[in-house]
Nanobody, 126 residues
């Protein structure tokens, strides 16, 4: 069993930057793919970014490409999401996810993902 705990959310102004962290504990594996999703008020949860087991492959939603960067430190069992130039419409609860499958494509089907964190709220004011 794996537990994921997100941190780093908060209130920022449009254009600000924020770094989210997701710490994994329990029966973790460095071969897990990991990713970030977000859910805005009244909206469905959507994909943000994914990273394969080694960190050599990363993927981003078109809306965040060139502004967000996902990374991982397997020695610390932690994945990060660096978010730059945040926009008000990106106000959402951000969720960390992990899957036993090693490829980033494991993040492509939310219903099949093995583990989820409880989320951290990011509020971007205008």
């Amino acid at each position: 069993q794996v537990q994921l705990v997100e941190s780093g959310g908060g209130l920022v102004q449009a254009g600000d930057s924020l770094r989210l962290s997701c710490a994994a504990s329990g029966r973790t594996s460095s071969y897990y793919a990991m990713g970030w999703f977000r859910q805005a008020p009244g909206k469905e949860r959507e994909f943000v970014s994914a990273i394969n087991w080694s960190g050599s492959s990363t993927y981003y939603a078109d809306s965040v490409k060139d502004r967000f960067t996902i990374s991982r430190d397997n020695a610390k069992n932690t994945v990060y999401l660096q978010m730059n130039n945040l926009k008000p419409e990106e106000t959402a609860v951000y969720y960390c996810a992990a899957d036993k499958r090693p490829t980033a494509q494991a993040m492509g089907n939310m219903g099949a993902i093995d583990y989820w964190g409880k989320g951290t709220l990011v509020t971007v004011s205008s």
